[in-house]
């Protein structure tokens, strides 16, 4: 993947997270950074929901100390310096706070995204009139797995960018929102690319892991922008695990995978539920909104900037 001098493009994602820039659209991220782009990574929530990969930090979790959130920060911190990224909290750090999968109780609290109404919508409609993106990035309208935070990233996203069509100059709106998806035969070759998982691990069941059969955009990542991704990821060692050897502070444990073809899976990783999964070499978007893409592979085609 290679392309023009992109000085003057301003870039949006806006992710339910921390670690979702890194799984979702690290390698377009760090391909548009380094091709000149300004790209802003905007998290809605500090993820304080999520469970912990090793045992060191067990303790920080919701159910424990609730005190994930802001060790999260500095994993996020870390990650966008990988990615050649910078960061907002939408709200403020600590605004909105993780929902949680659809009935976990955390989706009563009073902060939680899903229950962030028109404020959040107002609060992002702020940051793209600063920022004035072009491109903005986030998920389709399931939010990729079902996630409701990440259903309300898309929401709010959408909403925000109709207000500014709306009221903006032409010229200040952003012109296309991009979908983040996981291309269904990229996934299974991946997955069948993988030939040894690490002891503990498993194996995905059909059909456990989200994907999609269509999509508008592949990205196939350079080696700088795949090992920009890889490190953003493994920056979020609460929550990823890669099975390269690599120890952490957070997981002191090592981890080995085996994989037959290194086109298909370059390297192995695994969330908090341990299932084997290939970091994949290709991303694929949707276009959500705005300029029709050429059928080409520039994420930015068709799109006017400075």
């Known amino acids: 993947m290679s392309g023009h001098d992109l000085t003057g493009l301003t870039v949006c994602a806006v992710h339910a997270h921390p670690d979702d820039e890194a799984i979702w659209t690290g390698g377009l991220l760090a391909h548009l950074a380094r091709r000149g782009a300004d790209v802003t990574v905007i998290t809605c929530t500090l993820g304080e929901q999520g469970e912990v990969i090793g045992d060191p930090y067990q303790g920080l979790v919701a159910d424990v100390a609730d005190q994930l959130g802001g060790f999260r920060i500095a994993e996020l911190t870390e990650s966008l310096v990988h990615l ?43 940051v793209f009139r600063d920022i004035r993106p072009q491109l903005v990035v986030t998920y389709g309208p399931d939010g990729g797995y079902g ?22 100059p032409e010229d200040r709106a ?10 269904r ?60 050897g690599s120890v952490s502070r957070v997981n002191p444990v090592a981890a080995f995978a085996a994989v037959d073809d290194p086109g298909a899976a370059p390297h192995v990783f695994a969330l908090s539920n341990l299932i084997a999964q290939p970091l994949l070499r290709n991303e694929c978007y949707r276009v959500g909104w705005g300029i029709p893409l050429d059928g080409g592979s520039d994420p930015v085609a068709g799109l006017e900037f400075p």
Do not use: Y
């Not at 706070?97 to 992002?124: C, I, K, W, Y």
């Not at 952003?174 to 291309?183: D, E, F, N």
């Not at 991704?229 to 920056?235: E, G, L, Y």
């Open 147 to 168: 996630h409701p935070d990440h259903v309300r990233a898309h929401e709010i996203t959408h909403a925000a960018v109709a207000e500014l069509v709306a009221r903006e």
């Open 84 to 126: 050649g990224a910078s960061g907002i909290h939408l709200g403020g750090a600590g605004c909105w706070r993780d929902s949680g999968m659809a009935g976990d109780p955390a989706n009563r609290h009073p902060r939680a995204f899903t229950n962030s109404g028109e404020r959040s919508v107002e609060q992002l409609v702020s």
């Open 174 to 183: 952003p012109q296309r929102i991009l979908w983040a998806v996981t291309g």
């Open 185 to 244: 035969a990229d996934q299974r070759a991946g997955l069948d690319a993988i030939s040894r998982i690490p002891d503990g691990w498993r194996r995905a069941e059909p059909g456990e892991l989200a994907s999609v059969e269509g999509h508008d955009l592949t990205i196939t990542l350079d080696d700088g922008s795949l090992a920009a991704k890889k490190a953003a990821m493994a920056a979020h060692a609460t929550q990823i695990w890669f099975a390269d």
